[in-house]
Every structure is written in structure tokens, then in C-alpha cells.
């Protein structure tokens, strides 16, 4: 018996040694990469050989990473406010200020161009009338003037790409005489190259408005892109808005076909809409005839449903009136 | 449709203007060269059936090359060198142009044009200088803007160029 079981010993051993005598190098070749796998270091190590990379190309298949990634962005950023807020403050500082400035002006400038309408008109006539339609409709004062009075026309817009001043998208009125897009796009590009190396302006100065008799051209700055109003009238401030708003939307949406623009303008189809319901907005009658062109913000769009309801306040109240009237009327006939 | 811009320079009274005037759309006067000292004009060609639309800026010529010029040339993705074959200083200016605007655009493909060539009994610019030139990886054509010899070719080949440079 014992023979049996050391034939079977020697059988187990003579199978270890001749594993051992074929796969040494393999074994020990599965030992390595069993410790680099438990080892932390070594994977740490070898990950950090290959993560830059893997995130480049991850970013080129789809968002994931970013989905992935933003609880953990979120949570750093609460950190290094929490931390350290004067990092975070000096390092928007720049951007803050130019931003409030800005908006102040914007402000200013709104508020002054308010003013002045609602002193001309506050004790005239129509004053008194638009002061009904205010209270009526809920909307302030100023904005009914505005409604009434500034006539204008916005006749033609570019969207040009600011270092080459070609043309990424154009839109322009009905019946306008549209001169070449493309020429005068470039041409109006070299016009603010010249402006600011003749008058050395600082290096955030642009140029915003010019004037010639009835026309006006407003000029939106973005960091790649120029947004160029061609309008005939006075325009209002609203309309200024307006232009931000639109090229801040394609600024944004647009951000990577702009920095990528190399002469092929046909990402920017999809801009002509925004351009053209902007230019449809301050449309005249086909009449021909000055009357005042009506021009709808955000604002107004929001109030037109409470327009709705003070009709029927005013139809209900003058029927009241009508009845208390005849009542009255009915009542002294009585008692005659 | 492709749009590029261009520049075009060149010493003073080489001919660029004329070189470009009857070949392209012109809607502008000549006297913003003066005063803006750029004047636009715009050229369709045609590269493997593909329409490309080139604004030409010209910046006025002067035989100095102020630093106010370089930003016009801001976006650019060629330019076109002017001289005037019967006056060589005109050459030893357009060299010394191209090295300041090499500095700033280093890879911007660039022709030289040989302009007046029309003048033959008159002409001033050796062509050993012009061999040598092309020894150094300029490329050269000659054109005249009177009879129209070569200036489509001009453009062709420099629309071309800066396709091939978009496609890499």
C-alpha cells in the first residue's frame, strides 16, 4: 500500500517538477503580473502612463467623461471657494469687471434714452392717452412712448468672422438694394483695423456705433465674431439688446465652427433664422407710409398675455358704468 | 461656397490695381488706398469644380512696410507679390515685405509675380535673380496686366495652394 501512495507522491512531485521545468519562465512570468496587479503603486504607475491619452481619445467618441466627471467638478469647486474664495475672486476679477462696466453703461444708457422720451411726451395729449394704455396693460410708461414714437427699420445684418472680416452668415429686408456681402464685410473689417491703429484706442475698445444722416450702423463685439447692424431711423435700446442677445447665442452655439473657419461658411445656415426674425421684427408696411413700426422684446411678449385679461375688465367695468347710468337714470325718472 | 482672403503687395507703381481691375469684381474706388490704405475687391475661381470666392485686399503700395499694414493682413491664407519687371529695386522691396511677413505667417503660401511683362525691351530684373529665387522655394509667374498674360493662372494657382493647405 505504502508503494502505491509514494508512486502517488512521486506521480504529484514528478508533475511539479516537470511543470516547473516547462512553464518556469511562464510562472514566474504570471507571479510578476500578479504582484503588478496587486500592487497599487505599480497600477497607479502604469495608469498614469497611459490617462492623458485615454481621456483624449474618450473625448473624441462621446461626452461620457464630462457626464462622469461633473459630481466630482462640482464638489472641487465648492472646496476651493469654500477654501479659498480670494482665489476665485482674483482670478474672475478681470473678467467681473469689464462685465459690470459694461452692463452699466448699458443701463445708464437705456435709462437716459428713457428719460428723454418720457419727458417729451408726459404732459402732451398722447401722453395722457399712453398713460391709459400703461395702466392697461401693465407695461411701464417709458416702453409705451417707445412703442409710439421711434421709427426705424433694421435693413441689413453680417455676422462676420473677425480676423479674416469674411462673411459667416447675411440677411437682409425686403426691397433693399443689398450691395456685396462679401466686399463690404471685408471692407468694414479694414475700417475698424484702421480706426484702432490710427486712434490708438486701449486694447478692449471697439467700435460700436456709426452715424451718417438716417443711417445707423451698431456693431456687436464678440471674441471671434462682429455682428453688424445696418438700420435706417432711431432705433431703441431695446433693439441693442437684442443684437447682444442673438450674438451671444451664436457665439455660443457656434463657438467651435468659428474657432475651426477656414473659408467654409455652411455650419452657419442655421444662424439666417435669428437673423432674419430679427430684421422682420422692425418691418415697415408695405404702404410705404412712416407710421411708427412696433418692436416686441422678451418684455413685451410676457405683458401681451396680461393684455388679454384687462380687456375684459375694462368691457365689464364699462358695462357696470352703463347700468349704474340707466339705474341712476331710471331711479330719478321715479321719482319724478 | 469657399470664401479666402488674400493679400496683395507690392512697391509703388508696380501695377497691382491694374493687375487686378479688369479680372475681378470691383465695387470699391481706388481712393481708399489712399485713404484707408486697403482697397477689397473679390474673384470666384474655380478649383476641381469647386467654386472658391477670394477677397483681395490691396494694400496700397509704399517701398516701406509700415507695421499699421501687418494687420490687414490679419486672416489671410495667401498673398500675391507684385514687382515691376522693368524696375528692379521694385524686387529687392518685394524681399524685403516678404521677410516681415514671414516672420508673422510663417506657413502662408505666397507668388511672386513678374507684372509688365508686356515690356520686354524693357526689362530690368535679371533672371539668374529670379532662378535664385526659385532655388529657395519661391514661386514665380510672370504677368501683365495689359495684355491679361497669366494673372487668372496667378490666381488659379494660389487658390489651389491654399486648398491643398486647408486639406492638410
Redesign the interface.
Known amino acids: 500500500m505504502e508503494n502505491i501512495s509514494v508512486n502517488k507522491m512521486s506521480d504529484k512531485d514528478e508533475l511539479a517538477n516537470l511543470r516547473t521545468l516547462m512553464l518556469a519562465p511562464e510562472q514566474s512570468e504570471i507571479s510578476e503580473l500578479k504582484q503588478r496587479l496587486n500592487d497599487p503603486r505599480i497600477r497607479a504607475e502604469e495608469l498614469s502612463r497611459v490617462i492623458a491619452e485615454a481621456i483624449v481619445m474618450r473625448t473624441t467618441t462621446d461626452q461620457k467623461l464630462a457626464t462622469a466627471l461633473l459630481p466630482t467638478i462640482e464638489i472641487v469647486l465648492r472646496d476651493v471657494v469654500k477654501k479659498d474664495p480670494k482665489f476665485l475672486a482674483e482670478t474672475m476679477f478681470p473678467i467681473i469687471g469689464l462685465a459690470i462696466r459694461k452692463a452699466i453703461a448699458e443701463a445708464l444708457r437705456s435709462m437716459v434714452q428713457s428719460m428723454n422720451r418720457t419727458l417729451e411726451y408726459a404732459f402732451s395729449w398722447h401722453g395722457i392717452l399712453w398713460r391709459i394704455e400703461s395702466i392697461r396693460t401693465g407695461k411701464p410708461f417709458a416702453e409705451i412712448i417707445l412703442l409710439h414714437t421711434l421709427i426705424y427699420r433694421v435693413e441689413q445684418l453680417f455676422l462676420i468672422?473677425k480676423?479674416?472680416?469674411?462673411?459667416l452668415q447675411h440677411a437682409a429686408a425686403d426691397s433693399i438694394d443689398v450691395?456685396?456681402a462679401?466686399?463690404?464685410a471685408?471692407?468694414f473689417t479694414?475700417?475698424q483695423?484702421?480706426v484702432?491703429?490710427?486712434f490708438s484706442t486701449k486694447e478692449d475698445a471697439s467700435l460700436q456705433n456709426l452715424n451718417l444722416g438716417e443711417l445707423t450702423v451698431w456693431i456687436e463685439q464678440g471674441p471671434q465674431t462682429l455682428l453688424v447692424a445696418v438700420i435706417r431711423g432711431i432705433p431703441p435700446q431695446e433693439l441693442r439688446n437684442m443684437l447682444q442677445e442673438i450674438l451671444e447665442n451664436i457665439e455660443f452655439e457656434y463657438g467651435l465652427a468659428i474657432a475651426n473657419f477656414?473659408?467654409?461658411?455652411a455650419p452657419f445656415e442655421a444662424c439666417k433664422p435669428d437673423l432674419q426674425y430679427c430684421i422682420s421684427q422692425s418691418q415697415q408696411t408695405d404702404s410705404g407710409a412712416r407710421i411708427p413700426v412696433k418692436f416686441s422684446t422678451k418684455s413685451i411678449k410676457q405683458n401681451t398675455k396680461k393684455n388679454d385679461g384687462s380687456w375684459v375688465f375694462i368691457i365689464i367695468a364699462g358695462v357696470l358704468c352703463l347700468i349704474i347710468i340707466i339705474a341712476g337714470i331710471i331711479f330719478s325718472a321715479v321719482r319724478w | 461656397m469657399i470664401q479666402k482672403k488674400i493679400c496683395l503687395m507690392g512697391s509703388f507703381a508696380v501695377g497691382k490695381t491694374s493687375l487686378v481691375r479688369r479680372f475681378v469684381e470691383n465695387m470699391f474706388s481706388d481712393k481708399y488706398l489712399t485713404t484707408l490704405g486697403v482697397k477689397i475687391s473679390k474673384k470666384i475661381v474655380n478649383i476641381q469644380l469647386e467654386d472658391v470666392t477670394i477677397l483681395i485686399w490691396d494694400i496700397g503700395g509704399e517701398d516701406l512696410f509700415p507695421q499699421t499694414k501687418l494687420t490687414y493682413l490679419r486672416g489671410m491664407s495667401g498673398y500675391l507679390l507684385v514687382v515691376d519687371k522693368t524696375r528692379a529695386s521694385t524686387l529687392e522691396i518685394v524681399i524685403d515685405i516678404q521677410k516681415k511677413v514671414r516672420g508673422t505667417f510663417p506657413d502662408v503660401p505666397y507668388i511672386l509675380l513678374e507684372n509688365k511683362t508686356d515690356l520686354t525691351g524693357q526689362w530690368d530684373i535679371e533672371d539668374s535673380t529670379i532662378e535664385k529665387l526659385r532655388h529657395e522655394g519661391w514661386d514665380i509667374m510672370k504677368t501683365s496686366a495689359k495684355t491679361g498674360l497669366g494673372v487668372e493662372e496667378a490666381f488659379t494657382c494660389l487658390a489651389a495652394k491654399m486648398l491643398k493647405k486647408t486639406i492638410t
Open positions: 468672422h480676423e479674416t472680416g469674411l462673411v450691395k456685396d462679401d466686399m463690404v471685408a471692407m479694414a475700417i483695423d484702421f484702432n491703429d490710427s477656414e473659408g467654409n461658411a
